[in-house]
């Protein structure tokens, strides 16, 4: 009569087996501590369309709100910029003189490291945006314009739309 004796081996071998494989398939696991692909301004500023939410205006102003004082036929405005250095500006759902075009094309360039967005006009005229700062959702930009012979800074702030 011969009795089966038992060892210890197999469950051994079956258990190295099985932790050796769980090693293998979770080291080939994607790398959770992989560096994100982080947007560049130009990826972040053409995602989305752009609406005007706020306008302080700075120096000689101190930083006084006129937002409450924008027409609603300008707070509806939205601009885009494109990848390829054009854009658009859409009048919105209502506009200030009916005569104006729905949309108006442009072409625009980063200056300065990125910081500085340049829109030349017909008029042989550059629409100046420094200080330029994107987020997914958020634009904010200064640009300076005589008034009565004061350089008056406005500083805007758009939000995605």
Known sequence: MFTKKTTMKSPLKLALFLFAFSVIVVSCGKDE?????????????????WIMTNLTLAFPLNGLNVWDSIPACERDDVFKFNTNSTGYFDEGVS?????????????WKW????????????????????????????????????????????????STH
Not at 33 to 49: F, G, K, M, R, S
């Open 95 to 107: 506009k200030c003189d009916p005569s104006d075009l729905q949309i108006e094309t442009f072409a």
């Open 33 to 49: 501590d992989e560096d994100p692909i982080v947007p560049n301004n130009t990826d972040l500023l053409t995602a989305h369309e």
């Open 111 to 158: 200056t300065n490291n990125e910081t500085t967005i340049e829109i030349p006009e017909d008029s042989n005229e550059v629409t100046i945006l420094s200080n330029v700062v994107v987020t997914a959702t958020t634009l904010t930009a200064q640009t300076e314009y005589e008034e009565q012979g004061l350089t008056v800074t406005a500083n805007l702030t758009f």
